[in-house]
């Protein structure tokens, strides 16, 4: 995944990551009043067809959504929740994700994200100003005084355990995307009315590809544990027909 807002006094307004519209350094002189709301709402998330994914959460994601990856120069390995590119099938009028399904950490993380400080060597807690999930009227408070609450602690923790594991997810996908193994795919969807539509855009793991890569790399995948996300990928395919009966529902 690529996102590396840097911090600063101002709100980033340049190469925001998907969901984030500025982001702020937290600080605790300057943020003493802002809280957190204490429910969660994905209302953020229901205007988008995919989500980015950690490779650590295919095995758990693989039950609800196909999970793909990007075409384009920049490869991400996504969760696909919606047909149209505007709509979340798994996000209702009221923000609630759908009970019992996955919720992906890129949103769960939302409105924090880690962020760069101009040193380049170290990094901090941000947030994105313009979240309803983050304001003055909200429920839990980040800073008891000049010290970050449990809240805010648990927020860090959650986004540099995050960063870690996207490290972890572009090796895998720089990997794949380097021998050679994704081709470009399209799903034909039959609409309710008779309509056609086609979700295309994205790529899947080429079985045959996969099978012609020399026997020594592909035990440095297996004993990596990637091969098994790569057949959690493919099976996760099986969930097209799912996806399309809930846009018809």
């Known amino acids: 995944m690529t996102e590396q807002p840097s911090a600063s006094s101002e709100p980033q307004r340049t190469a925001m990551p998907l969901f984030y519209n500025r982001v702020f350094s937290l600080d605790p002189a300057r943020d003493q009043g802002l809280r957190l709301a204490s429910a969660p709402n ?3 998330a229901r205007q988008t067809s995919l989500i980015p994914l950690l490779a650590n959460e295919f095995g758990a994601a693989l039950a609800d959504y196909p999970i793909v990856f990007t075409s384009g120069a920049t490869v991400d390995a996504v969760a ?3 047909i149209k590119t505007d709509e979340n099938l798994f996000v ?3 923000g609630r994700w759908k009970a019992g399904c996955y919720v992906p950490a890129y949103v769960r993380r939302y409105p924090f994200i880690f962020i760069d400080l101009p040193d380049g060597d170290s990094s901090a807690l941000g947030y994105d100003p313009d979240s309803t999930l983050i304001g003055p009227d909200q429920d839990v408070p980040l800073f008891d005084g000049d010290q970050p609450t449990d809240a805010t602690r648990q927020a860090l923790s959650f986004c540099a355990t995050f960063r870690n594991e ?5 090796a895998f996908v720089k990997a794949i995307v380097e021998a050679g193994v ?3 795919k399209a799903a034909q969807i039959s609409l309710s009315n008779g309509a056609q539509a086609r979700a295309d ?3 899947v793991v080429d079985e045959e590809k996969l099978g ?3 026997d020594d790399q592909l035990l440095d995948w297996q004993r990596k544990g990637w091969l ?3 057949h959690g990928h493919l099976f996760s395919l099986h969930r097209w027909p799912e996806l399309v009966a809930r846009s018809l529902a």
């Open 42 to 44: 994905a209302a953020f």
């Open 228 to 230: 098994a996300l790569i």
């Open 166 to 170: 996207a490290r972890t997810s572009a």
């Open 80 to 82: 696909v929740v919606g």
């Open 201 to 203: 855009g994205f790529q």
């Open 212 to 214: 012609r890569l020399p």
């Open 182 to 184: 994704l081709t470009e």
């Open 92 to 94: 209702d009028a009221d």
